[in-house]
């Protein structure tokens, strides 16, 4: 997992913009469909020429087109727009910019689910834009909420967070490790998996044949760019490259 740097809000949604800002808190006061769902507005507003929503677009961007928790490479049409702290939990966060993360459908939908930090259970946390129109305990601040008050019950928010604080990938044992309970959850949550050992098995065996059969470095290092364009996980893929690069004496 790699640090994010996160993109300003798209100007769709930009709250500095009053007739935009009053468009967003109707997002808010109509949140759910008939049959109770929160409507996905992060992805059917702000459409562009091709029709995927400038939400998605930037998401997408600010990650250089990777899952921003296992790293691999998605399309606009396999990325899901993941909220951090969950939208059912959490329904005056729905349509916050900080509150979204680019992922993968498999992340988000088969592994992360719905999970949220226990010390927030029951608590209304709004975002700015709401914070006059909604009783609350917090408005989303993130340097406040993740920083002081949510420190140990929560996964790794990467656009926050810097990763490499809380976890290591060992190329040895082809596992994570943790430094902190944050980075405990975070690793129990997405990489407890027998399956992602096999992957990260066949990738290092990869990248080992790469490393032998390479005379030049800078021949290396353009393959290994390369792969990482086609299939994302930079930060894996470049541990495990040290590493052999290491056993191997190149």
Known sequence: MKKLNRTPIPTCWDDNDSNKAKKRKRFYHNLRDDKGKIKPRWRKTCLDENGYSHIQTHLLAMSKGHCAYCGKKIGLDELDVDHFLPKESFPYLAYCWENYLPS????????????????????????????????????????????????????IDPSFDVPEDHLDFNPASLSYTHKTSIGKYTIDVFWSDQSCAEEWLSLSQFIQSLVINSSNMGSLEKTISSYIQLHGQEYVVRKLLNYWKGILGK
Not at 104 to 110: A, I
Not at 146 to 151: F, P, S
């Open 104 to 155: 993968c459908k498999s992340c988000n939908q088969n592994l992360k689910h719905d999970i949220s930090p226990a010390s927030l259970a029951g608590k209304v946390i709004v975002e700015e834009i709401m914070k006059a129109e909604v009783t609350h305990d917090y408005v989303y601040n993130k340097a406040m909420l993740l920083g002081k008050i949510v420190t140990k019950d929560r996964i």
